[in-house]
């Protein structure tokens, strides 16, 4: 075969899977609790109410084959946990500092749901509003606005912590060393507000910390060296008090434009990343200080000023070897003027594209609340096609790449089934390891062909902690008349282990029977 018959038979094996789905995926839904946009549905709701909203918020995410939420549990300066550092929430209690009634600890309470479900939790927090409507908002006589006010400025109606000031600084990582010390999150997630966005005609006023901490620089790079500074210390106290939690950043979705910087994207955004919010999103990764980005790409494919499909070609190129996921505004479909996201197949075709680089890696979804309106039938078309099959979060080799050990599959031997089609497997680890808390439930129909990088081979993912797991038989096709089991461990980190002994089973009539 000559090279170009050899380089053009490689191109189309590489189309007929580039839109298959991927074992590893990540696929995420933002959680947005500021201002109640996604949960809890309204202030004061009663400790029973927000407990039924965030399970039945899990419910429809797992069932649309998601594998990540990203809750807000620090929206401004407040907490969604018991805090020495901060208050509790007014989107929580309606009033800053109150607790809810009767008491419970919400943070806990979500990441053992979202455990439960084999999903990982990551904490979003933000690191420098702290009032979110100045004279609106309800502010706890303990908030560090009132005991350290020179920490704080006032631009557009809100109040900042300022960026440039060290002691700000070290109490925003206080704040996220405390949590990520208690709870055990899968990740440290922050969004876009580093800097404020730009209001035309008004300057951010930091220029007394500018005065003091300059030393010599422009204020351009002096306020991007402040967000560079804040990013380094929490890389490094996250990873001090747990080596295995992820820090990820949700940029705006833009770095720069290619008529400021011939790195940049060919783009027309109005604010940047770089010129505007003073974060240099592209230093962090190449300076391996974040463990992945989730650029906010909110706008559709065809946008004349910031294309979806341009931004992800450019992210997937600029990735710098850490790990990508795109944020993905399906939000906008319920918007009457956004008409190119009333088409149906908006979303679709943006999957699709994303499953073109290998650099991306998967999907973040603003925000939660979307899914309960299901715009175009799009939650069918997750279950149904595009994330059909389960998916696992990527491992990240930097933080930790040991395989666990296989587990032991044990059925009872030459058992029958004939009545319920549903048999008990039991599932034991050899090993002790306390970063395995999840199995995958694998079913082949040849052990001859037992391919773990096939997602539709995945019968289930279950988490540790229960000693037998229920094998629905009736979910096998009524045309495989033999199955095979396997099983591997996960651990935390998303490693996988070699599988374990398989169990056989064939089918005679409407009989299923163990034959290995």
């Not at 992820?246 to 940029?251: D, E, L, R, T, Y």
């Not at 190119?340 to 603003?366: C, D, M, T, V």
Request: overall charge neutral.
């Amino acid at each position: 075969m000559n090279r170009f018959l050899f380089t053009l038979s490689l191109l189309l094996i590489f189309s007929s899977f580039t839109n298959a789905q991927p074992k590893y995926e990540f696929r995420g839904v933002w959680v947005a609790t500021v201002d109640n946009i996604d949960w809890p549905s309204k202030k004061n709701l009663t400790t029973e109410q927000q407990k039924e909203e965030f399970i039945n918020l899990l419910d429809i995410h797992r069932k649309n084959g998601m594998n990540a939420v990203v809750v807000q549990i620090r929206p401004s300066a407040d907490a969604f946990y018991p805090s020495q550092l901060e208050p509790w929430s007014e989107w929580l209690t309606g009033t800053q500092g109150k607790p809810p009634s009767p008491y419970y600890d919400p943070l806990k309470f979500m990441i053992e749901e979202t455990h439960k479900r084999g999903m990982e939790f990551h904490a979003w927090m933000n690191p420098y509003r702290a009032v979110f409507s100045i004279g609106k908002s309800s502010i706890a006589p303990d908030n560090v606005v009132r005991k350290h006010p020179e920490w704080f400025l006032d631009y557009g109606g809100k109040k900042y912590f300022d960026p440039g000031n060290k002691d700000a600084q070290k109490f925003v990582e206080s704040v996220v060393a405390d949590v990520v010390h208690r709870y055990h999150v899968d990740a440290i997630h922050f969004d876009d507000y580093f800097y404020p966005y730009r209001i035309k005609g008004k300057e951010f006023p930091d220029w007394k910390s500018y005065k003091k901490y300059g030393n010599g620089l422009s204020l351009e790079d002096w306020r991007r060296s402040n967000v560079d500074s804040i990013i380094v210390m929490l890389s490094r106290i996250i990873k001090k008090e747990n080596p295995y939690c992820k820090f990820g950043i949700s940029p705006f979705g833009v770095w720069r434009n290619s008529d400021k910087d011939p790195d940049g994207s060919d783009t027309k955004a109005g604010q940047t990343n770089y010129d505007d919010l003073y974060a240099d999103i592209l230093l962090w990764l190449k300076k391996g200080w974040i463990d992945y980005v989730a650029p906010q790409l909110y706008w559709e494919m065809g946008h004349r000023i910031v294309a979806f499909e341009t931004l992800t070609d450019w992210w997937a190129h600029h990735a710098y070897g850490r790990q990508l996921y795109i944020g993905q505004g399906i939000y906008r479909a319920l918007e009457p003027r956004s008409y190119a996201w009333h088409n149906k197949n908006e979303l679709p075709n943006q999957i699709k594209r994303l499953r073109e680089f290998p650099e991306i890696q998967g999907s973040i979804f603003f925000s939660s609340k979307t899914f309960a309106s299901d715009p175009n039938g799009w939650n069918d078309s997750l279950q149904n096609n595009y994330y059909k099959y389960p998916a696992i979060p990527p491992p990240m080799p930097w933080i930790d790449s040991a395989r666990p050990a296989e587990p032991d599959l044990i059925m009872n031997e030459g058992l029958t089934i004939s009545k319920g089609n549903t048999i008990n497997l039991y599932l034991s680890q050899d090993t002790v390891n306390d970063l395995i808390n999840r199995y995958i439930i694998y079913q082949f129909a040849d052990e001859k062909n037992m391919d773990t990088n096939d997602p539709k081979n995945i019968f289930d993912i279950i988490v540790t902690g229960r000693d037998y797991y229920t094998f629905d038989l009736s979910k096998i096709p009524s045309s495989q008349k033999r199955v095979v089991i396997a099983a591997s461990a996960l651990t935390k980190t998303n490693n996988e282990s070699s599988l374990s002994n398989i169990i056989i089973l064939k089918k005679s009539g409407d009989v299923w029977k163990m034959v290995r």
